[in-house]
C-alpha cells in the first residue's frame, strides 16, 4: 500500500489516535519500545519498494524519524500493528492526508504476510476515518505489480478509480492504481464479511 507524500492541513481530516482492538491486533500509537521490531522488519526491500515513504535500507535513524513524525500526527495518525496474545510488532497502518484527501496506508513485516493482519488493520482503519471524521470519500492506491495490497483493498469495498504515477523514495517513479470508497458504501459494508 503506498500513500502520497503531499500533506494537507484540513481539520476535516483530524482524528484522534485511540487504540484499537481488533480480533487479532492491538492497534495504537508506535513508541521507542517498537524502535527494535520496527527496524528489523522496515528494514526489507520487498516492503520499501511498495511503499512511497519508506527508504531502505532501514535503520535506527529512519526508525527514530518516523517515531516522532506519527508522533507530531503533522500529516495523519500511524499506528502500530501489534498482536493481540503476546504484543508482536508486526507493521504499520495509517490515514494519511494527500493532495486527494484522506488515504489509507499500511505494510505488514515480510514474516507476518499472508495471514490476513493488513485486511484486519485495514477494516478498523476504514470505519475510524467514517466514524470520526465528515469525509464522503477515502483513498488508496497500491502499486500495479502488488496484487496482496490489491486483495486487501477490495476486501475493504474499495472502487477501482484510475491509475496515476507515484514517486517511491526507493523505486522511484513507478505507476499505481487508485481506489476511492465512499460513505455510502462504506455505510452498506459496516457489517465486515470475514474472508
Known amino acids: 500500500m503506498v500513500a502520497e507524500a503531499e500533506d ?3 481539520e476535516s481530516y483530524a ?3 485511540p487504540v484499537l482492538a481488533t480480533e487479532r491486533l492491538v492497534m495504537r500509537a508506535p513508541c521507542e519500545s517498537d524502535l527494535e521490531q520496527l527496524v528489523t522488519l522496515a528494514d526489507n526491500r520487498h516492503v520499501a519498494e511498495m511503499l512511497a515513504r519508506m527508504p531502505h535500507p532501514y535503520g535506527e535513524a529512519e526508525g527514530r524519524t518516523f517515531l516522532a513524525m506519527a508522533a507530531s500526527r503533522r500529516a495523519g495518525i500511524a499506528y502500530a500493528l501489534t498482536l493481540k496474545d ?3 510488532f508486526v507493521g ?3 490515514l494519511n492526508t494527500t493532495d486527494r484527501g484522506l488515504e489509507l496506508g499500511y505494510w505488514i513485516g515480510e514474516p507476518y ?3 490476513g493482519y493488513a485486511t484486519e488493520a485495514a477494516h478498523a482503519l476504514v470505519d475510524l476515518a467514517f466514524q470520526r471524521t465528515s469525509i464522503q470519500v477515502l483513498h488508496a492506491s497500491t502499486r500495479v505489480i502488488n496484487p496482496a495490497s490489491r486483495r486487501v483493498i477490495h476486501k475493504c469495498g474499495f472502487q477501482y478509480a484510475g491509475q ?3 514517486n517511491s523514495i526507493v523505486a522511484g517513479q513507478v505507476p499505481v ?3 476511492r470508497l465512499d460513505r455510502k458504501t462504506w455505510t452498506s ?3 465486515w464479511v470475514h474472508f
Request: net charge neutral; charged share 35%; glycine share 12%.
Open 8 to 10: 494537507t492541513e484540513d
Open 15 to 17: 482524528i484522534d489516535c
Open 86 to 88: 503476546a504484543g508482536t
Open 92 to 94: 504499520c497502518a495509517g
Open 113 to 115: 504476510w499472508k495471514r
Open 164 to 166: 496515476g504515477m507515484l
Open 177 to 179: 492504481e487508485r481506489y
Open 189 to 191: 459494508l459496516r457489517n
